[in-house]
């Protein structure tokens, strides 16, 4: 049975990621699909707009046949780590054999080549990498600049190298690619073509793709119905129903009461020990909280805001600092030695099947009982899931520990 | 000009209130009251139904010359520092010459003897005090009987002695006169006899007097309007404008959120390091989060409630744990020193000649503008004033720290 992976969020799954869906098992050939789904919380540093329970319900639904949940300590992080925990559980099923993803280049031509070299992590790299950070690039400007001066010929070709990195997908591409190669996996990588402009749309575009920034945003002003055009119906009946049950839509504002509480209640000292709040950040909270125009996660992102912290570094940021993720936990060595375990969050009858060939396939444990299952990254994965749920409109009698005690989504 | 020293919380005002007052005055026949009022978090370990701004106006309204806010480090604590903290304060101001306090005795007869005695806190009572907690006795059971059994002359004093140490203002007033022999303060005391039960009360008494208990419970429930009988006009014009800017009625479901978020996150270690956190209080936590019947305080009150533990304790311990005071910050030795400075929450015109007056007699520094002054502890009331804000079922533009930036209320 050929198995294609795919890394995903699905926030919420929409058209668009339907034909990435199609468009993966007909370029692969694929019977299956597993999918590598982030838990409560994203790579941008938001909240999922609906639990990871009903997102990988949309995923069974569209025809994926197992969901596996992507760590909070890897779903949280900078392309580098976020593909690396991905990539690593792609491969420790043992029964995937290729990986496709979207990007803007849509070919691996120039990707390939530069990812074997970037996967040694020179010391010219390093050292390109220390420059441009010290001139203040934010660290992916500044990967994607040390990377095309690295590797390039000639000043023309670092340009539109530079350029090519600079677009999201296609640096989160170079480090699936990284990953494989770091991790010696023996997965086919593809590429799809996608048009990164769409993400960053904040109003729909034409015909039935929208990003997922505009559905949100649509969504969260306009109600479900206006986006019917550009969801499947079983997106909208999973929404509607996790709406009506109070359980979305979920956005950082939600989390504004715990977030400011933890700000205020911490000093500096006690804020510079938890992951990503460096370079001094938590001093410019303590001097930026008392100047908030008003008191909501908006204002504050405002505040904080400089060339050198991204809206994205800053929001993960507050993620760590809300989740209580410490520096120790979160570390380099830390995170290298890749996911603990491989959480099962749903699965189709083809996927049983991997799941039986998984027993004697996969290289890490395979876990369907949270509860009867114990690592550091799986607690901070029911810290978050009991944090999101505790942000919910209405929070559910006993939801809170509900992501440690339901079993898999089926259907 | 004679003042009489009161000691308040005014959550809210009410009828009782007045009565208090306008008796402290006759009975001590002074010409100006200063009343010392704990901030947004009380003794009882919960959140005032209103800001300390909207209570000290109260206080104003109904006569109060000087209003002067109990830091949090000791406006959430046994009675014990409570009433250091309190009596502090008074002593402090050095215009303070009498001291009016309810008590369930109504007369000094009993409590001022035993008051010298404790003072000393001997041998025998610490004791005393060991073999009674060991026992399993929570801490004010355990002080009432050790108190009765130093005290005593024979086993029916004994019991009459710790029946009347059981009631809870008899017990705040001997711990107020227990500072005023501690702190050598010249300040003369007075009681004012006050019916206990109807503090404890659920449903409004006879008449136009109830409990605060009842008054808080009654607008929770059924509005503004049905409490009217039981408060003054201003406590009603004074709660309906903050009702109507959204910034009451506070309570302790609008701290579910960042309370849950907080113990969720942090792991028994980190819990242990904050005031309150005893005896294994931080495993239990664990032990009992999973298992709530819903994710609000109260139902994690249920579950954490022993024998051993009071509600009061248990709420106390919350609040500590919701503004991260560590257990350092809160020691005996740091507790000893005494508050730090006379923070004016509001004043009158007779109160602004007790402010002129100050200026030779006050032993501490008088804030007025908290933003030019520097003290741990006001550190920690800017804190809570900020948490208390973003609880806030609208939290005003700019609101977090505007307790720190507005002058005092003048009426």
């Given amino acids: 049975m050929k198995t294609v992976g795919i890394v995903v969020e699905y926030n919420p799954l929409h058209n668009g990621h339907v034909l990435h869906y199609e468009r993966s098992k007909a370029l692969t050939g694929a019977d299956a699909v597993v999918a590598v789904m982030s838990g409560p919380f994203l790579q941008r540093g938001e909240p999922a707009i609906a639990s990871k329970r009903a997102r990988a319900e949309m995923a069974l639904r569209m025809g994926a046949d197992l969901v596996i949940e992507l760590p909070v300590a890897y779903a949280v992080q900078p392309a580098e780590w976020f593909a690396h925990g991905a990539v690593a559980l792609l491969a420790g099923t043992g029964v995937v054999d290729s990986l496709c ?13 530069l990812a074997r070299l970037l996967a040694r992590e020179t010391e010219q790299l390093q050292a390109e990498m220390a420059n441009r950070l010290q001139q203040g690039d934010n660290f992916p400007a500044a990967y994607a600049a040390a990377a095309a001066a690295v590797f390039a010929q000639g000043e023309h070709d670092a340009e539109s190298l530079r350029q090519m990195l600079a677009r999201p997908n296609n640096s989160l591409g170079l480090h699936y690619l990284i990953a494989l190669e770091r991790l010696k996996a023996s997965i086919k990588p593809y590429t799809i073509p996608r048009e990164s402009a769409q993400y960053h749309d904040q109003v729909p575009g034409s015909a039935s793709i929208a990003s997922a920034t505009a559905i949100r945003r649509l969504i969260l002003t306009e109600g479900l119905q206006a986006v019917s055009p550009y969801i499947p119906e079983y997106t909208l009946d999973i929404l509607e129903r996790e709406m009506e049950n109070g359980q979305a839509p979920m956005h950082w504002e939600r989390f504004r009461q715990p977030l400011l509480q933890t700000l205020l209640t911490r000093g500096p000292q006690q804020l510079e020990t938890l992951h990503e ?13 008392p100047r908030l125009a008003e008191p909501t996660v908006e204002a504050l992102l405002d505040a904080l805001k400089t060339k050198r912290y991204t809206r994205t570094k800053l929001q993960r940021m507050l993620v760590h600092v809300m989740l209580n993720h410490g520096k120790a936990r979160m570390s380099r060595s830390a995170l290298a030695e890749g996911p603990g375990y491989l959480r099962i969050l749903g699965f189709s009858s083809t996927g049983r099947t991997l799941l039986k060939r998984m027993k004697k396939t996969a290289s890490l444990p395979v876990v369907m009982k949270p509860s009867a299952f114990e690592h550091p990254q799986l607690d901070l994965d029911l810290r978050a899931a009991a944090v999101y749920a505790a942000g919910c409109p209405q929070p559910l009698l006993g939801q809170l520990y509900s992501d440690y005690l339901l079993p898999p989504v089926t259907i």
């Fill in 101 to 113: 993803f979207g990007s803007e280049s849509g070919t691996l031509e120039q990707l390939l080549p």
């Fill in 277 to 289: 709040v460096t370079e001094g950040l938590e001093f410019r909270i303590r001097r930026q909280l």
